[in-house]
């Protein structure tokens, strides 16, 4: 029995843990990976996960990061069950074929770059929206609390993992060649007293916890501060007579975000002639999945649905569904709330609107999610200066807010809190989903709180999946490494072959040598935009 880590190994995407057991190979997730070129070239390197080879796939949840490469699979071949709640297949029905569609529109972009430089032989759509219709036909829906073996030997368990709706943590019961090995994994784990969903479960205790790290590093605030904090940013924006961008995830976080609209504008804390465009197809159908599983809401959620409140209308809200209507937002006269999808503003409409607004001094970005290493959102949290939107470089003059109180995960002391159940003597924590500096913490607070020592996977490693008396065995994959001797070593090189042109540059015509400044120029604006960030 073993579990290979093909991804969120020391990162937050790309949730992926392939395992071999009872004859039978299957995957927990099988999420995209995010975040800058090197990394996201990881979609296309699908040869280790062997599609044709995977028995069956469970889901967590229906997260991009965690379920967008299933597609991609399909495309290469694979055509088994992927199992997870029925809440979690209606949302991957529509997040999918946004993503493939997404996909698509890349690739046309890309081919038209090509075709512009003279280029052939352009990357292809990473998956169509018909791999993503096939993929749908697949899902086999499971319930909480009620076990199924998706082979024998394999006995599998959902418990609500409280992050989104439908989102579960997975206890899995392996009985292979005489050893039983019990396994849970977190999937990812929801914050207590959350806005709409219920509270995170605890599975009963396990050999393995592989637990996600997201947070490990700090807390959240209360959500009463975090809503404040939205209210600050409308009003200043709102005075300044510019708009409020909101990088929203499609799925559980721009319901939260008209939740807490619809609070405000209760409270009289939203302004009655400022209008609030969910600016994201995705969204738009997204919410009314959530209408129709009110079921899985809380009971705070469920009390304003019992008094006749939509918790998700506002009385200026405005729907925005094709592309004309996106484009006609940024020529709305005076201030607004948009909110629009991607989370991480790598993608989608969202971009067009920091186009417009990021540069003005009165516009509010306001971030309530996770910004992943690599990705647009992570520069601007980090307070770069300049952004590049569609190829030009665009000033940072807007107000940026982060709110990590809307966060659907667990933050450090959560974290913990869940974990302190499933401990005992030879319980074997794994720490996946985070970056370095999260579960480096994260091991620390578990190694002084529980006397345990987690183990923190890189991309590729192999875990031996051992009962709780023996100890952990594993294999890890050497790491590759930038060849900074070379490259450093190349620039050398052309800055030598440059300087010995430049001797003749004052013969050339004056046109040409403005030609060769202006070039000259951009590189010297490259190469302090790249040490900027050394």
Same mark, same amino acid.
């Given at each position: 029995?073993?579990?290979?880590?093909?991804?969120?190994?020391?990162?937050?995407?790309?949730?992926?843990?392939?395992?071999?057991?009872?004859?039978?190979?299957?995957?927990?997730?099988?999420?995209?990976?995010?975040?800058?070129?090197?990394?996201?070239?990881?979609?296309?390197?699908?040869?280790?996960?062997?599609?044709?080879?995977?028995?069956?796939?469970?889901?967590?949840?229906?997260?991009?990061?965690?379920?967008?490469?299933?597609?991609?699979?399909?495309?290469?071949?694979?055509?088994?069950?992927?199992?997870?709640?029925?809440?979690?297949?209606?949302?991957?029905?529509?997040?999918?074929?946004?993503?493939?569609?997404?996909?698509?529109?890349?690739?046309?972009?890309?081919?038209?770059?090509?075709?512009?430089?003279?280029?052939?032989?352009?990357?292809?759509?990473?998956?169509?929206?018909?791999?993503?219709?096939?993929?749908?036909?697949?899902?086999?829906?499971?319930?909480?609390?009620?076990?199924?073996?998706?082979?024998?030997?394999?006995?599998?368990?959902?418990?609500?993992?409280?992050?989104?709706?439908?989102?579960?943590?997975?206890?899995?019961?392996?009985?292979?060649?005489?050893?039983?090995?019990?396994?849970?994994?977190?999937?990812?784990?929801?914050?207590?007293?959350?806005?709409?969903?219920?509270?995170?479960?605890?599975? =009963?205790?396990?050999?393995? /916890? #592989?637990?996600? *790290?997201?947070?490990?590093? &700090?807390?959240? @605030?209360?959500? %009463?501060?975090?809503?404040?904090?939205?209210?600050?940013?409308?009003?200043?924006?709102?005075?300044?007579?510019?708009?409020?961008?909101?990088?929203?995830?499609?799925?559980?976080?721009?319901?939260?975000?008209?939740?807490?609209?619809?609070?405000?504008?209760?409270?009289?804390?939203? =302004?009655?002639?400022?209008? /609030? #465009?969910?600016? *994201?197809?995705?969204?738009? &159908?997204?919410? @009314?999945?959530? %209408?129709?599983?009110?079921?899985?809401?809380?009971?705070?959620?469920?009390?304003?649905?019992?008094?006749?409140?939509?918790?998700?209308?506002?009385?200026?809200?405005?729907?925005t569904l094709s592309v004309e209507e996106s484009r006609a937002i940024n020529d709305h006269k005076g201030p607004a709330i948009i909110i629009s999808a991607s989370g991480?503003?790598?993608?989608?409409?969202?971009?067009?609107?920091?186009?417009?607004?990021?540069?003005?001094?009165?516009?509010?970005?306001?971030?309530?999610?996770?910004?992943?290493?690599?990705?647009?959102g992570r520069s601007i949290v980090n307070k770069a200066k300049k952004i590049t939107l569609f190829g030009e470089d665009t000033?940072?003059?807007?107000?940026?807010?982060?709110?990590?109180?809307?966060?659907?995960?667990?933050?450090?002391?959560?974290?913990?809190?869940?974990?302190?159940?499933?401990?005992?003597?030879?319980?074997?924590?794994?720490?996946?989903?985070?970056?370095?500096?999260?579960?480096?913490?994260?091991?620390?607070?578990?190694?002084?709180?529980?006397?345990?020592?987690?183990?923190?996977?890189?991309?590729?490693?192999?875990?031996?999946?051992?009962?709780?008396?023996?100890?952990?065995?594993?294999?890890?994959?050497?790491?590759?490494?930038?060849?900074?001797?070379?490259?450093?070593?190349?620039?050398?090189?052309?800055?030598?072959?440059?300087?010995?042109?430049?001797?003749?540059?004052?013969?050339?015509?004056?046109?040409?040598?403005?030609?060769?400044?202006?070039?000259?120029?951009?590189?010297?604006?490259?190469?302090?935009?790249?040490?900027?960030?050394?």
């Amino acid at each position: 029995m073993k579990v290979q880590f093909l991804g969120a190994a020391q990162t937050v995407t790309g949730s992926c843990y392939m395992l071999e057991a009872c004859g039978k190979r299957f995957c927990v997730d099988c999420g995209m990976h995010q975040g800058n070129k090197a990394i996201e070239k990881r979609n296309r390197e699908t040869e280790v996960y062997r599609p044709t080879d995977i028995d069956f796939v469970l889901l967590t949840h229906a997260h991009i990061d965690h379920s967008g490469l299933l597609p991609r699979m399909v495309r290469e071949g694979y055509s088994n069950p992927v199992y997870c709640t029925r809440a979690t297949s209606e949302l991957l029905d529509i997040m999918l074929q946004d993503s493939a569609h997404i996909q698509e529109m890349e690739a046309q972009w890309e081919a038209r770059k090509y075709q512009r430089r003279g280029l052939s032989n352009p990357p292809d759509a990473l998956y169509t929206t018909e791999d993503a219709q096939k993929t749908s036909t697949l899902f086999h829906t499971v319930d909480y609390h009620t076990p199924f073996e998706p082979a024998p030997g394999i006995r599998v368990v959902y418990y609500d993992a409280g992050h989104i709706l439908g989102s579960g943590t997975l206890r899995i019961e392996i009985n292979d060649n005489g050893k039983t090995v019990s396994l849970i994994f977190s999937g990812d784990i929801g914050r207590p007293q959350s806005l709409i969903v219920r509270d995170p479960e605890n599975p =009963p205790k396990a050999d393995y /916890v #592989f637990m996600e *790290s997201t947070y490990g590093d &700090r807390d959240h @605030k209360s959500k %009463e501060v975090s809503v404040d904090e939205l209210a600050q940013a409308i009003a200043y924006s709102y005075g300044k007579g510019e708009k409020v961008i909101i990088p929203a995830f499609a799925v559980e976080r721009a319901q939260e975000v008209l939740y807490c609209l619809h609070a405000l504008n209760r409270e009289g804390k939203l =302004p009655e002639d400022m209008p /609030v #465009f969910v600016d *994201s197809p995705l969204a738009i &159908r997204a919410t @009314k999945v959530f %209408e129709q599983h009110c079921n899985l809401f809380d009971d705070d959620a469920k009390d304003l649905l019992c008094n006749g409140e939509n918790p998700f209308s506002l009385p200026n809200l405005r729907y925005t569904l094709s592309v004309e209507e996106s484009r006609a937002i940024n020529d709305h006269k005076g201030p607004a709330i948009i909110i629009s999808a991607s989370g991480m503003c790598n993608a989608g409409r969202v971009r067009h609107h920091l186009r417009h607004n990021i540069w003005k001094p009165g516009a509010s970005i306001v971030f309530v999610g996770y910004q992943a290493m690599g990705t647009p959102g992570r520069s601007i949290v980090n307070k770069a200066k300049k952004i590049t939107l569609f190829g030009e470089d665009t000033e940072i003059a807007a107000r940026i807010v982060t709110i990590n109180g809307f966060s659907a995960h667990a933050g450090q002391s959560q974290l913990q809190d869940w974990l302190a159940p499933l401990v005992h003597d030879k319980v074997k924590v794994v720490l996946v989903h985070g970056d370095n500096g999260a579960q480096a913490t994260l091991a620390g607070l578990i190694q002084q709180r529980f006397g345990v020592t987690p183990f923190i996977p890189v991309h590729h490693e192999e875990l031996q999946l051992t009962p709780a008396d023996e100890p952990v065995r594993h294999t890890a994959p050497a790491q590759p490494r930038v060849n900074w001797d070379f490259l450093t070593g190349e620039l050398e090189r052309k800055w030598g072959m440059l300087k010995t042109k430049m001797d003749s540059m004052h013969a050339r015509p004056w046109v040409e040598q403005t030609d060769v400044q202006e070039a000259l120029e951009k590189l010297d604006y490259a190469l302090t935009r790249t040490l900027s960030r050394m």
